[in-house]
Nanobody, 119 residues
Framework: VQLQAFGGGLVQAGGSLRLSCAAS??????IGWFRQAPGKEREFVAT????????RYADSVKGRFTISKDNAKLTAYLQMNNLKPEDTGVYYC???????????????WGQGTQVTVSS
């Protein structure tokens, strides 16, 4: 499956951004987001099941980020509010079969979109 992520950009701390990820096919059970800051390891952000509404978030984004999806459009969204400089990084869309925080369990990765939060 091919994933196309977009919606990144530059925003001031406290601001909001909405990322989108379009999947080419409906071939996995979950879709989600990881991010990687410069010089740091990639980290799990959020994931959601295509069927149903079950979600999972990293503790660092709970209460600020919301993941959602539109099955008809094969698209997932990540609404990011109250952004902080530590949210800066490249955000990658992923699909897989399990709602885990382990990037190795996801089957496909998108090209990434840059999010930069200035202080």
């Amino acid at each position: 499956v091919q994933l196309q992520a977009f919606g990144g950009g530059l925003v001031q701390a406290g601001g909001s951004l909405r990322l989108s990820c379009a999947a080419s096919t409906f071939s996995n059970s979950v879709i989600g987001w990881f991010r990687q800051a410069p010089g740091k390891e990639r980290e799990f952000v959020a994931t959601i099941r295509w069927m149903g509404a079950r979600t999972r978030y990293a503790d660092s984004v709970k209460g600020r980020f919301t993941i959602s999806k539109d099955n008809a459009k094969l698209t997932a969204y990540l609404q990011m509010n109250n952004l902080k400089p530590e949210d800066t990084g490249v955000y990658y869309c992923v699909v897989g079969d399990y709602m885990t925080a382990d990037g190795g369990t996801y089957n496909s990765w998108g090209q990434g979109t840059q999010v930069t939060v200035s202080s």
